[in-house]
């Protein structure tokens, strides 16, 4: 995997990104506290992960980022102004997002696929005329999506659909898609999910590059703790929606707060860093995370606004 081919600032860039700052967040789902007083800083070009056992809150962070869930309680700001996040406002403020499982369009090849991220931040209306400058448009956006497929090594399934496809190459192409929004800050759930080691390796090489190949930061949610202790400049600790430690990946290591999360009262060791088993759980098994296994397989986020009761709302 390639740096993407982002270096020159798009002529219609959102305004861009200096910072955005989580304060005092909470939502709840019915009688379920999913975030409590949840706080975080991702200052530009930085790198953030967000970790946690299952269930402790971390797509819910990127839910209340995104819009998809509105909080009881605190505040989002993006560059020191106040963020009302809407889902359809996304691209406009500079971010963008992939999905916990893989939420391509189905109906649409890999291509097409990323062109929608192009789209999203170009703006719909001009590619629905159907005249010669809407043509050489989409012709543009499209020579720009086989790049950013090529950069990731999966131009060769430009014109596949995503069901006739292995599960890493869609998570390969959700990424794409994300990227030809040109975000300034880019919100990552579970990238490593169905990876090999190999293809790890190459997303970590490709996550540390983007700051300075793309100009965006990055919120980083991952189990593959290699990847995480990696890649991050900053990790934020989940446990049952309360922010439990932040610092860098050495202080969160050996961190007793975190260490009691993720395994009882072990640290994490360094090598002993593969991602927690996705059992569906609300914890992972006792004894900790296990090497080298995968998250294949893994089904796609419920539906943002599903059954909890009162506070989720789409916007
Ligand atoms: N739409 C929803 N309605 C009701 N409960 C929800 C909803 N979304 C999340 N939850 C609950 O909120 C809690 C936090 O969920 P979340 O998906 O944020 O966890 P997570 O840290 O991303 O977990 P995982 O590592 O398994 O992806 C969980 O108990 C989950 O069941
Ligand atoms: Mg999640």
Redesign the pocket.
Known sequence: MGAPPHNAPPHNAPPSHQGLELAGVGVR??G?T?LDDVSLTVPPRRIVGVI??????????F?VICGF?VPHTGTLTLGGRPLRPAPHRLSRAGIARTL?GVGLFAGLTLAENVMTGARARSGFVSSLLATPRAARDERRLRTEAVALLDSLDIARYADALPATLPYAIQKKAGLARALAARPHLLLL??PAGGLGAEEIDELAALIRDLPASAGTAVLL?E?HMDLVMSVCDEIVV?DF?RVVATGTPDQVRGDPAVAAAYLGTEAIAPGDAGPVP?S?D?RPPAGGPTGGATTAGRPP??P?????DGV?ALR
């Not at 946690?52 to 962070?61: D, F, H, I, L, R």
């Not at 943002?304 to 909890?308: D, S």
């Open positions: 789902f019915g379920l999913a946690g056992p299952n269930g402790a809150g971390k797509t819910t962070v839910n869930v916990q759930d579970e949610v189990h989940l929606g996705d569906g609300a986020d419920p943002p606004g599903g059954p909890g989720v």
